[in-house]
């Protein structure tokens, strides 16, 4: 698809992978960063081109409605919504305690809100001639890490739910769904498993998400996700299409 002259919301676009995706596309199109924290969103845009920000949390319905009549009026619509935003706990299930409570932050933030902002700002994404929803799932969607129990179940429920969504939009709507699936990366959100020592740049992620949206690829297996594919998973991949044919 055309990566050019868009307007693109990313969540959770003031640190990590949403602002690196932010750095790589903000030259040549209108990008709107949106996170809870003012002081961090006018930070991150300080130094960009063509960046916005808009101070919402996505776990909040009045949030996400004030956020979809800010874009609607003040950007006159949107092209590519990406859902990055992310909530981790880093636990052992078995002998920690509180699953419940932890999963629930997490599905919120990881599961839900995708999908309710995706259904939001569906009617301006098929209003455009070209349009796209970017789901950031994980390497843990297909195999779960066990140090994050319900973060890795959160993934699997969003990796499951992308394939259904891009489903169904390909049938009469021009609005691609795109899910990228990085590995562990070095960002804040993923030092306190290692990521910062042992992770890959966050701007590798981003680098080949947009090279996947030129190239129409809409699982993008990041670095060592895409070994675990090939190594573990490419044999199942028409499982999906026998099962809703």
């Keep these: 698809m055309n990566t050019t002259d868009n307007t693109i919301l990313i969540t959770g676009g003031s640190s990590g992978i949403g602002l690196e995706i932010a750095k ?7 990008i709107i960063i949106v996170g809870r924290n003012k002081e961090k969103l006018d930070a991150a845009a300080k130094d960009l081109e063509n960046v916005f920000t808009i101070q919402a949390d996505i776990t909040d319905e009045n949030d996400v409605n004030r956020l979809y009549e800010e ?4 950007f ?3 092209n590519i919504l990406i859902n990055n935003a992310g ?3 880093v636990y052992n299930i078995a002998n920690d305690g509180d699953a419940y409570s932890k999963a629930v932050a997490e599905f919120t933030t990881n ?8 259904e ?8 455009q001639n070209e349009a796209a929803i970017v789901n950031v799932s994980s390497i843990v969607g297909f195999v779960p890490g066990a140090n994050l129990p319900t973060y890795s179940d959160s993934k699997a429920a969003l990796h499951s739910h992308t394939k259904s969504l891009r ?8 609005v691609k769904v795109f899910e990228l699936m990085p590995p562990l990366v070095a960002t804040d959100f993923s030092a306190e498993i290692g990521g910062l020592e042992n992770g890959i740049p966050a701007s590798d992620v981003a680098n080949d998400l947009v090279k996947a949206l030129k190239e129409d690829i809409y699982e993008i297996r990041v ?16 499982a999906f299409a026998a099962l809703n044919n």
Excluded: C, M
Aim: aromatic share 14%; no cysteine; proline share 5%.
């Design 71 to 74: 874009v609607k009026t003040s």
């Design 76 to 78: 006159g619509g949107l």
């Design 120 to 127: 939001k700002f569906l009617p301006l994404l098929k209003q």
């Design 24 to 30: 790589a596309l903000s030259p040549a199109n209108r």
């Design 223 to 238: 670095g060592n996700t895409g070994l675990l594919y090939d190594n573990f998973f490419a044999a199942t991949e028409g």
């Design 167 to 174: 489903y169904e939009l390909a049938k009469d709507t021009k």
């Design 87 to 89: 909530n981790a706990y």
């Design 111 to 118: 599961y839900f809100a995708p999908i309710r902002l995706s």
